[in-house]
């Protein structure tokens, strides 16, 4: 094993590289976030604050099988470390779930589930933390293994950020294999076989933020015709204007891992991302997501903002930044303090127009109920003239706004039931004192509708009384 230096460039791609898209030489056989290969996406959800046998805060993970009809909550595998096959033993804090990655790691048309827990104990370790990936397989999610930690001295909370990518230039080893990439509480991030070959890996030393904070998102990029992704890391701390290593976790900040070390732009601060077609051109842009209010991060709207770099696979410099907050013309609200507009986005073609949708998360809006943005694409810029907010006290979704609810502080955009329309699936981890809440939303001609919508609590998702389990912090899929 060896340490290398992990050049995190602050831009975004060096000029003359293809543009970005949604599959790669490594990319799953068949339908991508398909767990049990029935050719319909499935979704899993996380409650990592979960009581399991008696262990407050153990942590679980719930996969909702997709199906013609969407989810159907009765059909779903509830896997927690207790679980036939699964490492390990359910303890107080574990937190198993706290990040959760999809992908097809061994290529079988089965995909397979990354799974955190940044509390575990290892080896004495207390909080040290812990990675498992549970292999989907013909006989359901009864198969896994640890993804050892290379760097245990160097960091706790392994397994608080995931990624899976073919990173051949940040690891070397790799020869065009995926790797799984894990983030700490520390600066690094930790590149591992994902075939777990070999239980050794490569890290690197964080860019500029504060390590004191660790990795707090990590944002996998995919290349056309090559075995060499991108990654997009935010961490934070950036000592910038007297902001950064003030002990607060203040400033967050935007590193794009460029194993040439090409530098270039800063891109805008930010604690979430994500990538997609906005403008239907084929070429993928990138969305940056800043729920900072100015009081914690200079610069930056009242109640967070999204950024969007248009076409910002071609070169180095976007062909267009476009800029929202709950100001912007046409959205609805208005931006304040601890809104957190931005601590979530997803993308995905919710109206089937060939254009993608960008989909915002506000869990502070309204004192922490909660709500969510629907943008749509269009050929230019995002259309803010005709953006809709949905809420709990949105007509057709189930149950009412209150405090804490934390509605949006996770949203996923994905076609459950394969008929060509994104849906968008929204968690409230916060809702009834803490024990969460998930919804999905029908994606359609007009962009997203409550018809049909589907809610689901910790009883339907098959927690029981999981107590306060924070059901819906993770949300995810391919």
Do not use: C
Request: charged fraction near 15%.
């Amino acid at each position: 094993m060896r340490k290398r230096t992990l050049l995190m460039s602050a831009t975004l791609l060096a000029s003359g590289l293809t543009p970005l898209v949604a599959a790669s030489a490594e990319a799953a056989v068949g339908t991508p976030g398909d767990v049990n290969k029935d050719g319909y996406r499935d979704i899993v959800l996380s409650a990592p604050d979960a009581t399991v046998a008696g262990h407050a805060k153990a942590g679980a993970v719930v996969v909702m099988y997709g199906t013609s009809h969407g989810i159907d909550p009765t059909r779903r595998t509830v896997l927690t470390q207790n679980s036939t096959g699964v490492p390990g033993t359910a303890e107080a804090g574990d937190r198993f779930g706290a990040a959760v990655v999809v992908h097809d790691l061994n290529r079988d048309g089965y995909s397979d589930l990354v799974v955190g827990s940044p509390g575990e104990e290892v080896d004495g370790d207390v909080g040290g933390g812990s990675v498992t990936v549970v292999y989907g397989t013909a006989s359901g999610l009864t198969k896994a293994k640890p993804v050892d930690d290379p760097w245990p001295g160097s960091h706790d909370a392994y397994g608080r950020t995931l990624a899976v990518g073919t990173y051949n230039g940040l690891n070397p080893v790799s020869d065009g294999k995926l790797s799984i990439v894990v983030g700490a509480n520390d600066a690094e991030v930790t590149l591992m076989p994902a075939d777990l070959s070999a239980q050794s890996g490569t890290s690197g030393n964080g860019y500029g933020f504060n390590p004191a904070h660790g990795i707090v998102a990590l944002t996998p990029i995919d290349l056309p015709n090559t075995d060499d992704d991108r990654l997009i890391v935010h961490g934070r701390g950036v000592s910038d204007g007297g902001w950064g290593y003030d002990g607060t976790g203040d400033d967050p900040h935007t590193y794009f891992a460029d194993p040439a070390g090409f530098e270039g732009a800063d891109l805008p601060a930010g604690t979430t991302s994500a990538v997609g077609d906005l403008n239907g051109n084929g070429s993928p842009d990138l969305v940056i997501g800043n729920p900072e209010d100015p009081s914690q991060s200079p610069g930056t709207s009242l109640g967070g903002q999204i950024t969007i770099y248009y076409d910002a696979g071609y070169s180095g410099s976007p062909s267009r930044v476009q800029t929202i907050t709950q100001d912007t013309a046409g959205v609805p609200g208005s931006g304040e303090a601890k809104d957190r507009f931005g601590a979530s986005v997803a993308i995905g073609d919710t109206d089937k127009d060939g254009r993608a949708d960008l989909v915002i998360g506000a869990p502070g809006e309204d004192g922490g109920s909660g709500a969510v943005t629907v943008v749509r694409g269009t050929t230019g810029q995002l259309d803010t003239a005709h953006a809709r907010t949905w809420s709990q006290n949105s007509p057709g979704v189930s149950g009412s706004s209150e405090a804490g609810d934390a509605f949006g502080a996770a949203v996923r955009v994905l076609d459950l039931n394969k008929d060509g329309y994104a849906d968008l699936v929204v968690g409230a981890p916060g809702e009834n004192g803490g024990v969460g809440v998930v919804w999905t939303l029908r994606g359609s001609a007009s962009s997203i509708t409550a018809a049909g919508s589907v809610t689901v609590g910790t009883g339907g998702a098959g927690l029981g009384s999981a107590g306060a389990a924070g059901f819906g912090n993770v949300v995810t899929g391919p």
